[in-house]
């Protein structure tokens, strides 16, 4: 069975400090696909980063970061500078192998608040 | 944007009547998907498509029916909505690579049964 844990149920940061999410998976899968999505206050899913399995070379964008590690399981989000407009839910998911994409299991979502 | 409309966007109903929610999609995308999402457990699958008339169960169907006549649009219905269907219920399709793409989500549609 696939399974995302994000430990940190809610974070409070002040603006401008950096402030990492953490994402831990567990799969039996060799090939699967790691994913972020943010819910700000106004309730919608924006998708912000897809990683697939066999590329483990971290990324950045922008203030946004990404740290992959098939050796522990993670894959944990880091944001610099943090904003208030980084207040919001951030899902960390997991979508193993399937043929009709059903198998994509999201974390219980880490709740941000960046205060001013 | 990725093209997902649902409607309604809010409905408040009584226990035991049906509700039907709608999704539509404007870039003819062959995997759709509907979630709830409730506190403490995140989103969860209701139910999905392959195709024209190809559906499924996902992890929590029960209660819940969908039907999908044309490759736009994605019906969910609660034949007898209960109190535990209180809920935002999101639509999704795959983007990208097919069913291993990225899901892209309609604004929801949140949903109280009284």
């Known amino acids: 069975a696939q399974k995302v844990t994000q430990a940190q149920t809610e974070i409070s940061v002040v603006e401008k400090e950096d402030v990492t999410l953490d994402c831990v998976y567990e799969t039996r899968d060799t090939t699967y696909y790691l994913f972020w999505y943010k819910q700000p206050p106004s309730g919608e899913l924006v998708f912000l980063i897809r990683r697939n399995s066999f590329d483990e070379q971290n990324e950045i964008s922008g203030r946004y970061s990404w740290n992959f590690q098939k050796s522990t399981s993670s894959f944990n989000f880091t944001i610099t500078a943090s904003q208030v407009v980084d207040s919001a839910v951030y899902f960390c998911?997991?979508?193993?192998?399937?043929?009709?994409?059903?198998?994509?299991?999201f974390g219980p979502g880490t709740r941000l608040s960046v205060l001013p | 944007d990725a093209g997902i409309t649902q409607s309604p966007r809010h409905k408040v109903t009584e226990t035991g009547t049906p509700v039907t929610l709608r999704c539509h999609q404007t870039?003819?995308?062959?995997?759709m998907y509907w979630y709830r999402q409730d506190p403490g457990h995140g989103l969860r699958l209701i139910h999905y498509?392959?195709?024209?008339?190809?559906?499924d169960k996902g992890e929590v169907s029960d209660g819940y029916s969908v039907s999908r006549s044309k490759t736009e649009d994605f019906l969910l219905t609660l034949e007898s909505a209960t109190s535990s269907q209180t809920s935002v219920y999101f639509c999704?399709?795959?983007?990208?690579?097919?069913?291993?793409?990225?899901?892209?989500f309609g604004e929801g549609s949140r949903l109280t049964v009284l």
């Open positions: 498509s392959y195709g024209v008339k190809d559906t």
């Open positions: 999704a399709i795959s983007v990208g690579q097919g069913a291993s793409g990225e899901l892209f």
């Open positions: 998911a997991l979508k193993g192998r399937d043929n009709y994409g059903q198998n994509f299991v």
């Open positions: 870039e003819n995308h062959r995997y």
